[in-house]
């Protein structure tokens, strides 16, 4: 297998607050105050979403600059639902303030389906665990 990416987190004192290194950038997480955290920063599912809005948006602006289209500026909102079964269901709504035309909304609408995030989170992805070496301190 290749690595495609990593991440690391590591708990605080701070009950649920848990520092992440994601490559070499540095990121904090938390749970908001009505679940026991105290919102010091995005919750995991806030991560999920913002990870797509970045591969929706980089996967665009890749596909409208070899298309040559303008899409001026871009912005996409997520919302994460839960339905009354308990599954998950996003809503992506793309704005851009460029002039294209309803053929080229189309194939942007056909292209952001197909995301290496999108496919991802659609199709699931396997995940195993394993226990590590016990710190010391």
Request: aromatic share 6%.
């Amino acid at each position: 297998m290749s690595k495609v990416s990593s991440a690391s987190i590591v708990s605080t004192d701070g009950n649920y607050l848990h520092h992440i290194e994601a490559g070499h950038y540095k990121l904090d997480t938390d749970e908001p105050v009505k679940l026991g955290g105290k919102g010091a920063g995005p919750a995991p599912f806030d991560y999920y979403l913002a990870s797509l809005a970045a591969c929706t948006a980089i996967t665009l602006r890749m596909y409208a600059e070899r298309k040559g289209w303008d899409l001026g500026e871009f912005r996409a909102e997520l919302q994460l639902d839960r339905d009354d079964d308990g599954r998950l269901h996003v809503m992506r709504t793309l704005h851009a303030t460029g002039p294209l035309t309803d053929e080229q909304w189309n194939r942007l609408l056909e292209i952001v389906a197909n995301t290496p995030v999108t496919k991802a989170m659609r199709e699931g992805v396997e995940i195993s665990s394993r226990r590590g070496d016990t710190a010391t301190t």
